[in-house]
């Protein structure tokens, strides 16, 4: 069983910035990419993050581009987030997912990626 477990979310006010952890454990961990998606109330999950694991490469959604740094610690098996210039339409519950091995299907899509955490809860205020 893989566990992964998100924290860091909060209430924060727009133009604050946020970092989200991912810590994933489990007697077999195979990675080869974690991802971030958030979902907001009545919306599809959506892809905001992800990075491989050995090479770190990491893809954005345009909407978080330039705002929200995705990045991981190999030795922890952690994954962040670093979220800058928080709007109101970043309040979502932020989840993390792991995509134990390289698939051809595109790395924003949820099914992707075979575990999931329960999510963080991120709500942006003005």
């Known amino acids: 069983q893989v566990q992964l477990v998100e924290s860091g979310g909060g209430l924060m006010q727009a133009g604050d910035s946020l970092r989200l952890s991912c810590a994933a454990s489990?007697?077999?961990?195979?990675?080869?990419?974690m991802a971030w998606f958030r979902q907001a109330p009545g919306t599809e999950r959506e892809f905001v993050a992800a990075?491989?694991?050995?090479?770190?490469?990491?893809y954005y959604a345009d909407s978080v581009k330039g705002r929200f740094t995705i990045s991981r610690d190999n030795a922890k098996n952690t994954m962040y987030l670093e979220m800058s210039s928080l709007k109101l339409d970043d309040t979502a519950v932020y989840y993390c997912?792991?995509?134990?091995?390289?698939?051809?299907?595109?790395?924003?899509?949820?099914?992707?990626?075979?575990?999931w955490g329960q999510g963080t809860q991120v709500t942006v205020s003005s």
């Open positions: 990075i491989t694991w050995s090479g770190g490469i990491t």
């Open positions: 489990g007697r077999t961990l195979s990675i080869y990419a």
């Open positions: 997912g792991i995509e134990p091995s390289f698939r051809v299907s595109w790395y924003g899509s949820v099914s992707t990626y075979d575990y």
